[in-house]
């Protein structure tokens, strides 16, 4: 685990293609501060530009927590105006995360809940331990989420689960959240990190251009109308279609073998030919 980068809150780690991220204020459950947000916003800008990480993957310092959501003592502290940047921030930074270019992943270890539940949420797909919790507990607090969780929410799981959880505020069982819909993969706790990496390889298997094209006309199902989504999708297909790696993917199977993605042979798979 490496903190030269000057990152102290949030830990990076290089596991061949996939970049962990460690959320790193395990006495506080890892509860996000305004610098934790920034420091993990930097973290991603640097990601983003570093071609040897194919896949993200986010996870809680210590055995207890993911994330236990917002600093509620920094919170207690600010008036309306600063609330609202608080929220503007976590916003900006967690949709980046759902918009990044490449997959992300969840690593949820313990308590996921309130903005520690949006980050998950916000994240690509989630791999959860058997001893995992999550929750939007705002509502016993008065207050609701709002670093983008009641939209999220409805996107990952429907409206009527939503409403559940974010109405009742209630801790959910990983085993509930997975008949839900939301987690992917469910593995006991000594198994976590392991099932991850396995998840978390597959997919960096597959050509990185594709994948981005592929998020980005998926996250886009059911925020424009149909017959916008399906240009869209016509569209970014044939962007795809002229790649090199494309061409190589459908080659591939032509002479019944499988395409080579590896990092050192196609680095640049999105240049045309
Ligand atoms: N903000 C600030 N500090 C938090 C926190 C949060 N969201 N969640 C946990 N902590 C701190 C606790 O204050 C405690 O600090 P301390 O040791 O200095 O007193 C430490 O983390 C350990 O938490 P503790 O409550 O003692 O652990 P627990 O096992 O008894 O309970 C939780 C775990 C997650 C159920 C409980 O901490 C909790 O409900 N946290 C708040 C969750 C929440 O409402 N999140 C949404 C915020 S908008």
């Given at each position: 685990?490496?903190?030269?980068?000057?990152?102290?809150?949030?830990?990076?780690?290089?596991?061949g293609?996939?970049?962990?991220?460690?959320?790193?204020?395990?006495?506080?459950?890892?509860?996000?501060?305004?610098?934790?947000?920034r420091?993990?916003?930097?973290?991603?800008?640097?990601?983003?530009?570093?071609?040897?990480?194919?896949?993200v993957?986010?996870?809680?310092?210590?055995?207890?927590a993911?994330?236990?959501?917002?600093?509620?003592?920094?919170?207690?502290?600010?008036?309306?105006v600063?609330?609202?940047?608080?929220?503007?921030?976590?916003q900006?930074?967690l949709?980046?995360?759902?918009?990044?270019?490449?997959?992300?992943i969840?690593?949820?270890?313990g308590?996921?809940?309130?903005?520690?539940?949006?980050?998950?949420?916000?994240?690509?797909?989630?791999v959860?331990?058997?001893t995992?919790?999550?929750?939007?507990?705002?509502?016993?607090?008065?207050?609701i989420?709002?670093?983008?969780?009641?939209?999220?929410?409805?996107?990952?799981m429907?409206?009527?689960?939503?409403?559940?959880?974010?109405l009742t505020?209630?801790?959910?069982?990983?085993?509930?959240?997975?008949?839900?819909?939301?987690?992917?993969?469910?593995?006991s706790?000594p198994?976590?990190?392991?099932?991850?990496l396995?998840?978390?390889?597959?997919?960096?298997?597959?050509?990185?251009?594709?994948?981005?094209?592929?998020k980005?006309?998926?996250?886009?199902?059911?925020?424009?109308?149909?017959?916008a989504?399906?240009?869209?999708?016509?569209?970014?297909?044939?962007?795809?279609?002229?790649?090199t790696?494309a061409?190589?993917?459908?080659?591939?199977?032509?002479?019944?073998?499988?395409?080579?993605n590896?990092?050192?042979?196609?680095?640049?798979?999105s240049?045309?030919?």
């Open positions: 685990m490496q903190t030269a980068d000057g990152y102290s809150l949030v830990l990076t780690e290089q596991l293609t996939v970049r962990l991220l460690t959320i790193n204020r395990p006495d506080k459950l890892n509860a996000f501060t305004p610098a934790l947000m420091e993990l916003d930097d973290v991603l800008e640097e990601i983003a530009r570093d071609s040897a990480t194919r896949v993957m986010i996870t809680g310092a210590g055995q207890k993911f994330v236990a959501g917002n600093d509620i003592d920094g919170l207690i502290e600010m008036d309306s600063e609330a609202y940047r608080d929220m503007q921030r976590g900006r930074v949709f980046r995360l759902y918009e990044f270019a490449k997959p992300t969840a690593m949820v270890n308590y996921a809940l309130g903005g520690g539940f949006e980050l998950a949420l916000a994240c690509d797909f989630i959860a331990s058997d995992a919790r999550f929750g939007f507990p705002e509502i016993t607090l008065n207050t989420p709002g670093w983008g969780g009641t939209q999220l929410a409805v996107k990952k429907g409206l009527a689960r939503a409403k559940q959880m974010v505020g209630r801790h959910y069982t990983s085993a509930e959240c997975r008949a839900f819909g939301f987690i992917h993969v469910l593995a706790a198994e976590l990190k392991s099932a991850a396995a998840f978390a390889e597959q997919l960096s298997m597959h050509d990185p251009f594709a994948m981005e094209i592929a980005r006309t998926v996250n886009r199902a059911g925020e424009i109308p149909l017959n989504g399906l240009d869209l999708e016509a569209a970014n297909y044939a962007v795809n279609f002229g790649t790696a061409r190589a993917g459908l080659r591939a199977f032509a002479t019944r073998r499988k395409p080579n590896a990092l050192t042979d196609n680095p640049t798979s240049k045309s030919k």
